[in-house]
């Protein structure tokens, strides 16, 4: 399943840096890396989900991806952010993104998603540009 998803998260002429606030805090593997990824809740890759991203800071918010939230960055070096973010039901997250490769991300997640606690590991690998975009 192959997902483009600043379809989901932007509105039509909304900008990422209205969505990102901090953005030029972040690592620059995190803050530009867009492209199509592999996203698992394994290391090994298993039952990946391909996702076309705009940055890879958008992996910062995964269990809210179909929502506009607003995203602060936290605290940030070469290869680690932190980064919060709020949205407008009242959900919110924290996510730690660490730079494991230039190419590969590992993402701890945690927050409140429907009234309910969510708390996982993410994968993200990329694996190429995406598909009639470059």
């Known amino acids: 399943m192959l997902v483009r998803f600043s379809r989901f998260l932007m ?7 209205a969505l990102l606030v901090g953005a030029a805090t972040l690592p620059p593997v995190i803050a530009q890396s867009g ?13 990946a989900v391909k996702v076309c991203v705009p940055r890879a800071a958008e992996f910062a918010q995964w269990e809210h991806r179909r929502i506009r939230c607003a995203r602060d960055v936290i605290s940030s070096s070469e290869t680690h952010a932190v980064i ?8 919110f997250g924290r996510s730690q993104v660490r730079v494991i490769t230039p190419r590969t991300l590992r993402i701890e997640t945690q927050g409140i998603s429907q009234g309910f ?9 990329r694996i190429g540009d995406c598909p ?3």
């Open 132 to 134: 009639g975009l470059r």
């Open 117 to 125: 606690p969510f708390n996982y590991v993410l994968h993200a690998r």
């Open 11 to 17: 509105p039509a002429g909304m900008g990422l840096a």
């Open 35 to 47: 492209g199509l990824w592999e996203v698992s809740r394994s290391a090994s890759g298993s039952r």
């Open 84 to 91: 919060n973010y709020t949205c407008p039901s009242g959900d």
